[in-house]
Protein backbone atom coordinates (compact mmCIF):
# COMPACT_ATOMS: atom_id res chain seq x y z
CA UNK A 1 0.00 0.00 0.00
CA UNK A 2 2.51 2.50 0.92
CA UNK A 3 4.53 1.80 -2.48
CA UNK A 4 1.66 2.70 -4.14
CA UNK A 5 0.11 5.63 -2.34
CA UNK A 6 0.49 9.14 -4.16
CA UNK A 7 2.63 12.00 -2.19
CA UNK A 8 0.15 14.49 -0.23
CA UNK A 9 -2.80 11.77 -0.44
CA UNK A 10 -5.76 12.34 1.30
CA UNK A 11 -4.60 10.42 4.32
CA UNK A 12 -1.74 12.56 5.34
CA UNK A 13 -4.03 15.79 5.00
CA UNK A 14 -6.01 13.85 7.06
CA UNK A 15 -3.97 13.25 10.29
CA UNK A 16 -2.14 16.44 9.50
CA UNK A 17 -5.35 18.25 10.24
CA UNK A 18 -6.05 16.16 12.92
CA UNK A 19 -2.76 17.40 14.51
CA UNK A 20 -3.16 21.16 13.87
CA UNK A 21 -7.06 21.03 15.69
CA UNK A 22 -5.57 18.68 18.56
CA UNK A 23 -5.93 20.38 22.15
CA UNK A 24 -2.42 21.43 23.76
CA UNK A 25 -3.42 19.27 26.14
CA UNK A 26 -3.40 16.29 23.68
CA UNK A 27 -0.04 17.31 22.37
CA UNK A 28 -1.81 19.55 19.46
CA UNK A 29 -0.62 22.76 18.41
CA UNK A 30 1.47 24.66 20.29
CA UNK A 31 1.78 28.42 22.18
CA UNK A 32 4.91 28.40 19.63
CA UNK A 33 2.69 27.43 16.39
CA UNK A 34 0.38 30.20 17.44
CA UNK A 35 2.84 32.87 17.42
CA UNK A 36 4.61 31.77 14.62
CA UNK A 37 0.95 32.63 12.58
CA UNK A 38 1.12 35.86 14.21
CA UNK A 39 4.56 36.79 13.51
CA UNK A 40 4.27 36.10 9.43
CA UNK A 41 0.93 38.06 9.54
CA UNK A 42 2.69 41.43 11.00
CA UNK A 43 5.65 40.36 8.96
CA UNK A 44 4.04 40.22 5.80
CA UNK A 45 1.69 43.00 6.36
CA UNK A 46 4.58 45.23 7.38
CA UNK A 47 6.08 44.18 4.41
CA UNK A 48 3.38 45.23 1.69
CA UNK A 49 2.26 47.92 3.85
CA UNK A 50 5.83 49.28 3.68
CA UNK A 51 6.25 48.84 -0.10
CA UNK A 52 3.49 50.53 -1.16
CA UNK A 53 4.00 53.29 0.75
CA UNK A 54 7.66 53.55 -1.01
CA UNK A 55 6.36 53.12 -4.17
CA UNK A 56 3.30 55.54 -3.35
CA UNK A 57 5.65 58.05 -2.64
CA UNK A 58 7.88 57.43 -5.69
CA UNK A 59 5.09 57.83 -7.63
CA UNK A 60 3.53 60.61 -6.07
CA UNK A 61 7.19 62.50 -6.37
CA UNK A 62 7.86 61.68 -9.80
CA UNK A 63 4.40 63.19 -10.61
CA UNK A 64 4.67 66.46 -8.86
CA UNK A 65 8.29 66.67 -10.67
CA UNK A 66 6.61 65.37 -14.28
CA UNK A 67 3.52 67.65 -14.07
CA UNK A 68 4.83 71.18 -12.82
CA UNK A 69 8.70 71.36 -14.33
CA UNK A 70 10.12 70.92 -17.60
CA UNK A 71 11.03 67.22 -18.98
CA UNK A 72 13.70 68.74 -20.46
CA UNK A 73 15.47 72.04 -20.67
CA UNK A 74 17.35 73.71 -23.41
CA UNK A 75 19.97 76.70 -22.43
CA UNK A 76 22.47 77.78 -24.99
CA UNK A 77 26.29 77.85 -23.59
CA UNK A 78 27.74 81.02 -22.81
CA UNK A 79 29.37 83.63 -25.33
CA UNK A 80 31.00 87.26 -24.89
CA UNK A 81 29.27 90.07 -25.86
CA UNK A 82 29.89 93.27 -26.95
CA UNK A 83 30.02 94.36 -22.89
CA UNK A 84 32.47 92.10 -22.68
CA UNK A 85 29.79 89.85 -20.37
CA UNK A 86 28.95 86.44 -20.71
CA UNK A 87 25.69 86.15 -22.34
CA UNK A 88 23.82 82.77 -22.53
CA UNK A 89 20.06 83.69 -23.58
CA UNK A 90 18.43 82.58 -26.82
CA UNK A 91 17.68 85.24 -29.04
CA UNK A 92 16.08 82.95 -31.82
CA UNK A 93 13.80 81.49 -29.07
CA UNK A 94 10.79 81.10 -31.32
CA UNK A 95 12.37 79.56 -33.93
CA UNK A 96 14.45 76.99 -32.10
CA UNK A 97 11.15 75.94 -30.32
CA UNK A 98 9.53 75.54 -33.63
CA UNK A 99 12.66 72.75 -34.12
CA UNK A 100 12.19 71.75 -30.89
CA UNK A 101 8.63 70.54 -31.47
CA UNK A 102 9.71 69.00 -34.03
CA UNK A 103 11.67 66.55 -32.69
CA UNK A 104 9.88 63.41 -32.52
CA UNK A 105 8.34 62.39 -29.08
CA UNK A 106 8.48 65.89 -28.04
CA UNK A 107 5.09 67.23 -27.06
CA UNK A 108 5.51 70.78 -25.86
CA UNK A 109 8.64 73.50 -26.52
CA UNK A 110 7.86 76.47 -24.60
CA UNK A 111 10.25 79.94 -24.30
CA UNK A 112 11.09 80.81 -20.48
CA UNK A 113 12.10 84.01 -18.54
CA UNK A 114 13.33 83.31 -14.69
CA UNK A 115 15.01 85.30 -12.29
CA UNK A 116 14.70 85.40 -8.17
CA UNK A 117 12.65 87.96 -6.80
CA UNK A 118 11.50 89.51 -3.37
CA UNK A 119 7.50 89.16 -3.28
CA UNK A 120 5.57 91.75 -0.99
CA UNK A 121 2.52 92.19 0.21
CA UNK A 122 1.78 95.12 2.65
CA UNK A 123 3.94 94.41 5.36
CA UNK A 124 5.05 90.93 4.46
CA UNK A 125 7.57 89.62 2.25
CA UNK A 126 8.92 86.46 0.45
CA UNK A 127 11.66 85.37 -1.64
CA UNK A 128 10.10 83.62 -5.06
CA UNK A 129 11.24 82.57 -8.09
CA UNK A 130 9.61 84.14 -11.46
CA UNK A 131 9.02 81.89 -14.12
CA UNK A 132 8.10 84.28 -16.93
CA UNK A 133 5.87 82.13 -19.60
CA UNK A 134 2.84 82.40 -22.20
CA UNK A 135 -0.32 81.50 -21.12
CA UNK A 136 -1.05 78.80 -23.53
CA UNK A 137 1.73 77.23 -22.53
CA UNK A 138 1.20 77.59 -18.93
CA UNK A 139 -2.20 75.93 -19.66
CA UNK A 140 0.07 72.81 -20.54
CA UNK A 141 1.29 72.14 -17.24
CA UNK A 142 -1.07 69.82 -15.52
CA UNK A 143 -0.32 70.18 -11.92
CA UNK A 144 -0.17 74.15 -12.24
CA UNK A 145 -3.93 74.50 -14.87
CA UNK A 146 -5.52 72.14 -12.92
CA UNK A 147 -9.27 73.96 -11.69
CA UNK A 148 -9.62 71.58 -8.63
CA UNK A 149 -6.74 72.32 -6.98
CA UNK A 150 -6.70 76.49 -8.18
CA UNK A 151 -8.53 79.34 -6.91
CA UNK A 152 -8.79 82.04 -9.38
CA UNK A 153 -9.67 82.27 -13.52
CA UNK A 154 -6.01 81.17 -15.68
CA UNK A 155 -8.05 82.83 -18.64
CA UNK A 156 -7.11 86.28 -16.82
CA UNK A 157 -3.22 85.68 -16.42
CA UNK A 158 -2.11 87.94 -19.26
CA UNK A 159 -3.57 90.54 -16.91
CA UNK A 160 -2.10 89.71 -14.05
CA UNK A 161 0.34 87.27 -11.95
CA UNK A 162 -0.28 83.79 -10.93
CA UNK A 163 1.66 82.36 -7.48
CA UNK A 164 2.41 79.41 -5.54
CA UNK A 165 -0.44 78.38 -2.65
CA UNK A 166 2.73 78.38 0.16
CA UNK A 167 3.46 81.94 -1.50
CA UNK A 168 0.03 82.99 -0.87
CA UNK A 169 -0.01 81.67 2.42
CA UNK A 170 3.25 83.47 3.55
CA UNK A 171 2.33 86.78 1.66
CA UNK A 172 -1.80 86.47 3.04
CA UNK A 173 -2.46 87.20 -0.30
CA UNK A 174 -6.19 86.49 -1.98
CA UNK A 175 -7.32 86.59 -5.57
CA UNK A 176 -7.84 89.98 -6.33
CA UNK A 177 -5.10 91.40 -4.07
CA UNK A 178 -1.98 93.46 -5.97
CA UNK A 179 1.23 92.28 -4.94
CA UNK A 180 4.67 93.71 -5.83
CA UNK A 181 7.85 92.09 -6.74
CA UNK A 182 10.58 93.32 -6.20
CA UNK A 183 14.74 93.01 -7.70
CA UNK A 184 17.83 94.10 -6.40
CA UNK A 185 19.56 94.34 -9.70
CA UNK A 186 17.56 97.82 -10.89
CA UNK A 187 18.60 101.18 -12.74
CA UNK A 188 21.69 102.30 -12.06
CA UNK A 189 22.55 105.97 -10.89
CA UNK A 190 24.74 108.08 -9.86
CA UNK A 191 23.67 106.84 -6.46
CA UNK A 192 23.96 103.15 -6.78
CA UNK A 193 21.72 100.77 -7.85
CA UNK A 194 17.99 101.52 -7.66
CA UNK A 195 15.97 98.10 -7.27
CA UNK A 196 13.25 97.50 -9.92
CA UNK A 197 9.61 97.15 -8.36
CA UNK A 198 6.31 96.19 -10.05
CA UNK A 199 2.64 95.33 -9.05
CA UNK A 200 0.84 92.30 -10.26
CA UNK A 201 -2.93 91.43 -9.60
CA UNK A 202 -3.56 87.73 -7.99
CA UNK A 203 -5.54 86.53 -10.68
CA UNK A 204 -4.31 82.75 -10.12
CA UNK A 205 -3.55 80.41 -7.19
CA UNK A 206 -2.36 77.28 -7.86
CA UNK A 207 -0.88 73.75 -5.95
CA UNK A 208 1.02 71.97 -7.65
CA UNK A 209 1.20 69.50 -4.78
CA UNK A 210 4.66 69.77 -3.82
CA UNK A 211 5.95 72.17 -0.99
CA UNK A 212 8.85 73.44 -2.30
CA UNK A 213 7.45 74.58 -6.08
CA UNK A 214 4.01 76.17 -4.09
CA UNK A 215 6.44 78.19 -1.82
CA UNK A 216 8.46 79.67 -3.92
CA UNK A 217 7.08 79.79 -7.86
CA UNK A 218 4.92 82.22 -9.30
CA UNK A 219 4.28 82.43 -12.97
CA UNK A 220 4.02 85.79 -14.75
CA UNK A 221 3.35 86.46 -18.51
CA UNK A 222 6.48 85.84 -21.31
CA UNK A 223 6.32 89.50 -22.38
CA UNK A 224 5.76 90.87 -18.31
CA UNK A 225 8.63 89.48 -17.41
CA UNK A 226 11.25 90.06 -20.27
CA UNK A 227 10.66 93.47 -19.47
CA UNK A 228 10.64 93.39 -15.88
CA UNK A 229 14.18 91.57 -16.22
CA UNK A 230 15.46 93.13 -19.11
CA UNK A 231 15.67 90.53 -21.78
CA UNK A 232 13.81 92.44 -24.64
CA UNK A 233 13.60 89.82 -27.55
CA UNK A 234 15.50 87.16 -25.68
CA UNK A 235 14.39 83.77 -23.79
CA UNK A 236 16.97 82.43 -20.81
CA UNK A 237 15.82 78.92 -21.73
CA UNK A 238 13.37 76.62 -23.42
CA UNK A 239 11.09 74.28 -21.71
CA UNK A 240 10.52 70.53 -23.64
CA UNK A 241 7.81 68.33 -22.41
CA UNK A 242 8.22 64.49 -24.19
CA UNK A 243 5.82 61.64 -24.14
CA UNK A 244 7.56 59.16 -22.20
CA UNK A 245 8.83 61.25 -19.44
CA UNK A 246 11.36 57.89 -18.56
CA UNK A 247 13.25 58.11 -21.70
CA UNK A 248 14.18 61.70 -21.61
CA UNK A 249 17.97 60.39 -21.88
CA UNK A 250 17.47 58.90 -25.23
CA UNK A 251 16.36 62.32 -26.93
CA UNK A 252 19.24 64.53 -25.49
CA UNK A 253 21.31 63.99 -28.61
CA UNK A 254 17.92 64.78 -31.07
CA UNK A 255 17.38 68.03 -28.40
CA UNK A 256 20.53 68.99 -28.90
CA UNK A 257 21.27 68.65 -32.53
CA UNK A 258 17.74 70.48 -32.82
CA UNK A 259 19.13 73.30 -30.28
CA UNK A 260 22.15 74.37 -32.64
CA UNK A 261 25.52 74.10 -31.93
CA UNK A 262 25.68 76.10 -28.73
CA UNK A 263 22.38 73.91 -27.34
CA UNK A 264 22.83 71.97 -23.82
CA UNK A 265 19.88 69.96 -22.33
CA UNK A 266 19.04 69.43 -18.37
CA UNK A 267 16.42 66.64 -18.20
CA UNK A 268 14.58 66.02 -15.08
CA UNK A 269 16.25 62.87 -14.52
CA UNK A 270 19.55 64.84 -13.81
CA UNK A 271 18.41 67.28 -11.72
CA UNK A 272 16.45 64.71 -9.27
CA UNK A 273 18.60 61.93 -10.16
CA UNK A 274 20.54 61.98 -6.69
CA UNK A 275 17.21 61.93 -4.70
CA UNK A 276 15.41 59.25 -6.66
CA UNK A 277 18.77 56.63 -6.74
CA UNK A 278 18.10 57.55 -2.69
CA UNK A 279 14.65 56.45 -2.63
CA UNK A 280 15.83 52.97 -5.12
CA UNK A 281 18.66 51.91 -2.16
CA UNK A 282 16.22 53.23 0.75
CA UNK A 283 13.66 50.32 -0.95
CA UNK A 284 16.53 47.82 -1.39
CA UNK A 285 17.39 48.09 2.12
CA UNK A 286 13.84 48.42 3.34
CA UNK A 287 13.11 44.92 1.73
CA UNK A 288 16.28 43.13 2.61
CA UNK A 289 15.39 44.29 6.54
CA UNK A 290 11.73 43.25 6.47
CA UNK A 291 12.62 40.16 4.59
CA UNK A 292 14.80 39.39 7.97
CA UNK A 293 11.74 39.98 10.01
CA UNK A 294 10.01 37.46 7.93
CA UNK A 295 12.81 34.75 8.11
CA UNK A 296 12.64 35.20 12.44
CA UNK A 297 8.94 34.86 11.76
CA UNK A 298 9.36 32.08 10.10
CA UNK A 299 11.60 30.67 12.36
CA UNK A 300 9.34 30.22 15.07
CA UNK A 301 7.75 27.37 12.92
CA UNK A 302 10.56 24.88 13.06
CA UNK A 303 9.72 25.52 17.10
CA UNK A 304 6.58 24.89 17.08
CA UNK A 305 7.26 22.10 14.71
CA UNK A 306 10.15 20.44 17.03
CA UNK A 307 7.44 20.47 20.11
CA UNK A 308 4.81 19.09 17.86
CA UNK A 309 6.65 15.92 16.72
CA UNK A 310 7.88 15.51 20.66
CA UNK A 311 4.69 15.11 21.09
CA UNK A 312 3.69 12.98 18.56
CA UNK A 313 6.76 10.71 19.17
CA UNK A 314 4.05 7.86 19.85
CA UNK A 315 1.87 8.22 16.80
CA UNK A 316 4.98 8.66 14.73
CA UNK A 317 6.06 4.86 16.05
CA UNK A 318 2.55 3.52 15.66
CA UNK A 319 2.47 5.05 12.10
CA UNK A 320 5.69 3.88 11.02
CA UNK A 321 4.96 0.12 12.47
CA UNK A 322 1.06 0.26 10.81
CA UNK A 323 3.52 0.61 7.06
CA UNK A 324 3.82 4.38 6.87
CA UNK A 325 6.80 5.59 4.93
CA UNK A 326 9.35 7.60 5.95
CA UNK A 327 7.87 10.28 3.23
CA UNK A 328 4.69 10.58 4.07
CA UNK A 329 5.50 10.81 7.86
CA UNK A 330 7.64 13.93 6.23
CA UNK A 331 4.88 15.07 4.51
CA UNK A 332 2.36 14.98 7.26
CA UNK A 333 4.34 17.77 9.63
CA UNK A 334 5.31 19.29 6.37
CA UNK A 335 1.58 19.95 5.92
CA UNK A 336 1.54 21.14 9.92
CA UNK A 337 4.21 23.62 9.39
CA UNK A 338 3.25 24.70 5.58
CA UNK A 339 -0.07 25.71 6.85
CA UNK A 340 0.65 28.31 9.76
CA UNK A 341 2.86 29.97 7.01
CA UNK A 342 0.03 29.96 4.25
CA UNK A 343 -2.23 30.97 6.75
CA UNK A 344 0.16 33.35 8.27
CA UNK A 345 1.18 35.26 4.68
CA UNK A 346 -2.69 35.18 3.41
CA UNK A 347 -3.77 37.07 6.33
CA UNK A 348 -0.71 39.25 6.39
CA UNK A 349 -1.44 39.84 2.18
CA UNK A 350 -4.88 40.81 3.83
CA UNK A 351 -3.88 43.19 6.18
CA UNK A 352 -1.15 44.59 4.05
CA UNK A 353 -3.53 45.70 1.24
CA UNK A 354 -6.41 46.96 3.20
CA UNK A 355 -3.71 49.65 4.36
CA UNK A 356 -3.00 50.17 0.75
CA UNK A 357 -6.28 50.73 -0.17
CA UNK A 358 -7.35 52.44 3.31
CA UNK A 359 -4.00 54.59 4.06
CA UNK A 360 -5.83 58.02 4.14
CA UNK A 361 -8.31 57.42 6.32
CA UNK A 362 -5.78 55.99 8.44
CA UNK A 363 -3.32 58.25 8.30
CA UNK A 364 -5.80 60.70 9.16
CA UNK A 365 -6.73 59.35 12.71
CA UNK A 366 -3.01 59.10 13.00
CA UNK A 367 -2.47 62.57 12.27
CA UNK A 368 -4.93 63.32 14.81
CA UNK A 369 -3.73 61.18 17.65
CA UNK A 370 -0.43 63.41 17.24
CA UNK A 371 -1.50 66.49 17.06
CA UNK A 372 -1.56 66.91 13.09
CA UNK A 373 2.46 66.43 13.24
CA UNK A 374 3.04 62.88 12.00
CA UNK A 375 3.76 64.43 8.49
CA UNK A 376 5.34 67.87 7.86
CA UNK A 377 5.26 68.86 4.25
CA UNK A 378 8.07 71.47 4.48
CA UNK A 379 10.72 68.22 5.33
CA UNK A 380 9.31 65.39 3.11
CA UNK A 381 8.12 67.42 -0.24
CA UNK A 382 4.65 66.05 -0.12
CA UNK A 383 1.27 67.01 1.51
CA UNK A 384 0.18 63.49 2.21
CA UNK A 385 1.62 59.94 2.65
CA UNK A 386 0.47 57.87 -0.73
CA UNK A 387 0.46 54.51 -1.45
CA UNK A 388 0.77 52.22 -4.26
CA UNK A 389 -0.56 48.62 -3.96
CA UNK A 390 2.20 46.90 -6.88
CA UNK A 391 0.72 43.42 -8.03
CA UNK A 392 4.66 42.81 -7.90
CA UNK A 393 5.19 43.86 -4.29
CA UNK A 394 2.55 41.49 -3.37
CA UNK A 395 3.71 39.08 -5.52
CA UNK A 396 7.34 39.09 -3.92
CA UNK A 397 6.39 39.18 -0.47
CA UNK A 398 3.76 36.38 -1.08
CA UNK A 399 6.28 34.32 -2.39
CA UNK A 400 9.72 35.06 -0.05
CA UNK A 401 6.90 34.20 3.23
CA UNK A 402 6.10 31.07 1.28
CA UNK A 403 9.34 30.15 0.18
CA UNK A 404 11.08 30.65 3.90
CA UNK A 405 8.11 28.66 5.37
CA UNK A 406 8.12 25.99 3.70
CA UNK A 407 12.23 25.92 3.52
CA UNK A 408 11.93 25.80 7.75
CA UNK A 409 9.46 23.04 8.04
CA UNK A 410 11.42 20.43 5.63
CA UNK A 411 13.83 20.17 8.89
CA UNK A 412 11.91 19.56 11.61
CA UNK A 413 9.89 17.18 9.46
CA UNK A 414 12.85 15.00 7.83
CA UNK A 415 13.48 14.71 11.96
CA UNK A 416 9.95 13.20 12.34
CA UNK A 417 10.61 10.99 9.30
CA UNK A 418 14.00 9.55 10.29
CA UNK A 419 12.96 8.99 14.15
CA UNK A 420 12.76 5.41 14.84
CA UNK A 421 9.82 3.45 15.70
CA UNK A 422 11.51 1.07 17.73
CA UNK A 423 12.94 4.47 19.88
CA UNK A 424 9.85 5.86 20.04
CA UNK A 425 7.40 3.00 21.44
CA UNK A 426 10.20 2.19 23.43
CA UNK A 427 8.98 3.57 27.11
CA UNK A 428 5.26 3.39 25.99
Known amino acids: MAGQT??????????????????????????????????ITLAVFALIATLAVRAGFRAEFVDTILGA????????????SDTGQIDRTIHDFDAMAARLRNVEGVTRAAPLVKGQVMASLRSRNAGVEVFGM?????????????????????????????????????????????????SPNGVKTAFGTSPRVSSFEVVYIFSAGRYDIDRTRVYLPFEQAQLFFERDGVADEIEVMVQVPEEVDQMVVPLMQAGGDRALVWTWKQASGGFLNALEVEDNV????????????TMNIVSGLVM?????????????????????????????????GVIGTAMGVLLGCLFALYIDPIF??????????????????????PAKLAFGDVVSAVALSLGLSFVVTIFPARRAARMNPVEALRYE
Open 134 to 182: RAEDLAELPRIADPETSDGDLARYDGGIAIGAGVARELGALVGDRIKII
Open 69 to 80: NAHATVYQSGEM
Open 364 to 385: AFVNVLLGGEAWDPSIRGIYHL
Open 308 to 340: LVKNKGRDIGILRTMGLTEGSVLRVFFICGAFT
Open 6 to 39: APFSRFEWMIAWRYLRARRAEGGVSVMTWISLIG
Open 286 to 297: MFVILSILVLIA
